[in-house]
């Protein structure tokens, strides 16, 4: 597999990781955790994107963040499982991935990220 | 509440990505600090957000926010493309969004 897709895959992990500590983090520790999270995925993100289509290194990578937090929170954190609220998720999911995949299409200025 | 705070997460976040485009024009230094101060406040409103939501519906709604305000803003302020698809895929994430207020 292409470098710069494994960041992006890496980049949606670290993704997950500081949503989960925005959510559950306690303590110095835990927080700073957070931080190297986040800055470790927007960095992974930003350097794939310089290599790959902008609009379809988001689409995947918002894709594999937002998959990654549902069942996160339902495996690990007991949050209710309801099929209505996966399918509306699926559905604004597809809103967002559709949107930047056609604004990629058109490659207008001031899209990219 | 929680809602509320979710949608100023996104606000931010929006504003955070605009100063990523405007930096990579201008390079300035008050881009940088706006970049910094919008994704910081993003992350801080939806921490708050996420007190009382579960992490799925929080970051989906964050990030549809996010890219749904950018296209509209694109829309308004830089004349991006208006095309039906992507009004359409605005439409799908708000109207989502909407439904997820009412089934949490």
């Not at chain 1, 310089?50 to 990654?68: D, R, S």
């Not at chain 2, 929006?14 to 990523?20: D, F, H, K, Q």
């Not at chain 2, 829309?75 to 799908?92: C, P, T």
Request: proline share 1%.
């Amino acid at each position: 597999m292409n470098a710069n897709w494994l960041k992006v895959f890496i980049a949606a992990f670290f993704e997950v990781g500081w949503v989960i500590g925005l959510k559950h983090a306690d303590g110095v520790m835990e927080w700073a955790a957070t931080v190297i999270c986040i800055i470790v995925s927007f960095y992974l993100l930003i350097m794939a994107g310089e290599k790959l289509p902008v609009g379809t290194v988001y689409a995947v990578f918002v894709g594999l963040g937002t998959a990654g937090t549902v069942f996160s929170g339902i495996i690990f954190f007991d949050e209710p499982f309801k099929i209505a609220k996966i399918l509306l998720i699926c559905v604004l999911l597809a809103g967002v991935i559709g949107l930047k995949i056609v604004t990629e299409d058109n490659a207008t200025e001031g899209a990219e990220s | 509440m929680a809602w509320l705070f979710l949608i100023f997460a996104g606000l931010f976040e929006m504003i955070g990505v605009l100063m990523i485009s405007k930096l990579h024009k201008d390079r300035s230094w008050q881009s940088l600090l706006l970049l910094f101060l919008g994704f910081g406040a993003s992350f801080l409103f939806l921490s708050f957000a996420m007190e009382t939501l579960p992490m799925g519906i929080a970051y989906a709604v964050w990030t549809g926010i996010g890219a749904s305000g950018g296209a509209i803003v694109g829309m308004i302020l830089y004349g991006e493309s208006k095309d039906w698809k992507r009004v359409a895929f605005i439409a799908m994430i708000i109207g989502a969004t909407i439904g997820l207020k009412l089934v949490s």
